[in-house]
């Protein structure tokens, strides 16, 4: 069990190039930023739950989040929100709960 198994849901440092590839694609796939009504039009890509991603360019005010309802959300047991302007699962996750949220 890795360092970050409780906080890297989607299991990213223990993923093959190909696996990493297959990942994102999935999740940017699946996901439903698009439908978000914080969702800029035409901000790419889609999927910021996920670590590489990263949050959006263009979305500079938040509105409403629809990550709670989204299958990627429930597939990985996320617990975070508003990934596109707030980081990743992972990001938040480590703010939270890391080392950064314990001061140390």
Aim: with cysteine; hydrophobic share 25%.
């Amino acid at each position: 069990m890795g360092k970050y198994d409780r906080i890297d849901k989607f299991g990213v440092e223990a993923m093959t190039d190909d696996e990493f590839t297959k990942k994102q694609a999935y999740i940017t796939k699946n996901c439903k930023c698009p439908g978000c009504p914080t969702y800029v039009k035409g901000d790419a890509p889609v999927g910021y739950c996920f670590p590489p991603i990263g949050t959006s360019k263009k979305i500079h005010w938040e509105k409403e989040c629809v990550c709670e309802t989204c299958a990627i959300y429930k597939e990985y047991d996320l617990n975070h929100t508003f990934y596109c302007t707030r980081c990743s699962q992972v990001c938040q996750a480590l703010k939270s709960e890391g080392p950064a949220a314990q001061g140390t």
